[in-house]
């Protein structure tokens, strides 16, 4: 089992409401990312960083922000929660070694905001 | 044009089948393979990488052609829990992955 983990697993928020994700993983991997996907649909790179101190936008607008201050630590923050924020939030790592890396998963987080 | 695209689905087959899933990727600096497997309502998880070589994990046959910039994936005797959706994955040199939106897989008795 991959040591990644994600909380909460499932979040009911208001509208407006500032929320923060969290993912942490004990593999010492430099990268992470965060993925959003709904269901039954594919999978979209929202967020990603390849170390402490360094984040990128991914292929998908969101907005959402991102830190990365520690290494195992990777939290998705929503300003001001949205019903359209609704969806499955995915955190994942993988290891620097050039290219050939599996990528680890956690379960997700679920969020609806109502 | 998505990075990676794959076969659209679903596919429904019986037991016992023989099924092929076909990725094609268009970054001709791609350097990494994988087709990852995905349950109903859970996080993707790595089913096999793929070689230049191609390789085989029972079941599983998965692989690479360079030239065309695609890969694929065929499972044999096909099983009820083979039931899933099935993501094609390409890295870069730089590690960063691509997935494709998948293609679901429904084995039926």
């Known amino acids: 089992e991959a040591d990644i983990y994600q909380t909460p697993r499932y979040l009911v928020i208001g509208t407006g409401k500032k929320i923060t994700l969290e993912c942490s993983q004990t593999?010492?991997?430099?990268?992470m990312y965060w993925y959003q996907q709904d269901p039954g649909m594919e999978l979209h790179l929202i967020h990603y960083s390849y170390g402490v101190n360094s984040t990128e936008k991914g292929d998908l607008s969101s907005e959402s922000t991102v830190s990365r201050i520690r290494t195992e630590h990777f939290p998705l923050t929503l300003e001001s929660a949205r019903p359209s924020h609704t969806s499955q939030y995915l955190c994942a790592s993988s290891e620097s070694r050039g290219a050939n890396t599996e990528a680890f998963f956690g379960q997700g987080t679920r969020l609806t905001v109502v | 044009r998505k990075e990676v695209e794959q076969d659209p689905g679903p596919f429904n087959v019986p037991e016992g089948a023989t099924v092929a899933f076909n990725c094609t990727y268009s970054n001709s600096a791609s350097q990494s393979f994988f087709w990852y497997r995905q349950d109903c309502r859970k996080e993707p998880k790595l089913l096999m990488s793929?070689?230049?070589s191609g390789n085989e994990d029972g079941r599983f046959t998965a692989q690479l052609n360079r030239a065309s910039q695609y890969i694929s994936l065929l499972i044999r005797d096909s099983k009820l829990s083979d039931s899933a959706t099935y993501l094609c994955v390409v890295n870069t040199n730089a590690g960063k992955s691509t997935f494709g939106d998948g293609t679901t897989l429904t084995v039926k008795p």
């Open positions: 593999m010492g991997h430099d990268k």
């Open positions: 793929v070689y230049s």
